[in-house]
Nanobody, 119 residues
């Protein structure tokens, strides 16, 4: 069972920054459309940012202009740079891989990393 591994969550004051990282075995990050999702207590999981295997990005309106999703140059990790954090950004952040190419039809998730934003 392939699982993605997130890191970088923590406690930050409002207005601060965090960088989340997601790693996966093999070339999953390179071959897949990658995304970051978050889930706040009592709420549904929502897409925050995504990047296709070709590098096209998409953001939720609530984070556009503050968050940036990108892969490293080796295309082995995907990051979510979060700036100007707000209390409503808090939640568990999950990394997702939607497979393309030889991974087509497969979806992978991580166990999540907690982000807490104090006001």
């Amino acid at each position: 069972q392939v699982q993605l591994v997130e890191s970088g969550g923590g406690l930050v004051q409002a207005g601060g920054s965090l960088r989340l990282s997601c790693a996966a075995p093999g070339d999953i990050v390179k071959a897949s459309d990658m995304g970051w999702y978050r889930q706040a207590p009592g709420k549904q999981r929502e897409m925050v940012a995504s990047i296709t295997s070709d590098g096209f990005t998409k953001y939720a309106d609530s984070v556009n202009g503050r968050f940036t999703i990108f892969r490293d140059s080796a295309r082995t990790r995907v990051y979510l740079q979060m700036n100007y954090l707000k209390p409503e950004d808090a939640g568990v952040y999950y990394c997702n891989a939607d497979g393309r190419g030889r991974y087509r039809g497969r979806t992978y998730w991580g166990e999540g990393t907690q982000v807490t934003v104090s006001s």
